[in-house]
């Protein structure tokens, strides 16, 4: 077997995982009921899925954003609104902690109080950023929905 057969065999893989993977990022395959919206507020998420895919496979990712346009699935459907827009930083309070007297048992409690929702601080999916304003939120949000 050549060097040529390897690299051939390697490239091959390569466009058919990114064809794989803009398929799983396509608005068209999450949100089927959305077909034949002509308009609307676009969802920053499939917009963002899409965008992944052009960064990475150009040829794939722009194959996306014309089927989820075509289709109509890159649209919110009427009356809802993105993540990012639910998460406005006029609509978000903020909890002061004492960081001399902070860990993670406190701040599970505080936000338990403060919100109703019981996690667990450990869980790995949890991301603790610091702030010195509420205002500093949105652009951390969506710089890590980026990553």
Do not use: W
Request: proline residues 3%; hydrophobic residues 45%.
């Amino acid at each position: 077997m050549g060097l040529g057969r390897i690299i051939k065999g390697c490239l091959t893989i390569m466009v058919i995982f990114a064809f794989l993977f803009q398929i799983t990022a396509c608005g068209t395959i999450m949100y089927p009921e959305r077909k034949g919206q002509v308009s609307g507020k676009i969802d920053a998420g499939v917009a963002v899925l899409d965008g992944i895919g052009l960064l990475l496979f150009i040829i794939p990712g722009v194959i996306a954003f014309a089927v989820d346009f075509s289709n109509g699935t890159i649209y919110l459907p009427p009356g809802k609104n993105s993540l990012l827009e639910k998460t406005d930083s006029k609509n978000l309070s903020s909890l002061h902690i004492d960081k001399d007297n902070m860990n993670l048992q406190e701040i599970e409690s505080l936000v338990s109080e403060n919100t109703g929702i019981n996690f667990d601080m450990d869980d790995q999916r949890i991301q603790v950023v610091e702030l010195n304003k509420i205002t500093e939120f949105m652009p951390k949000y969506a710089e890590n929905l980026t990553q």
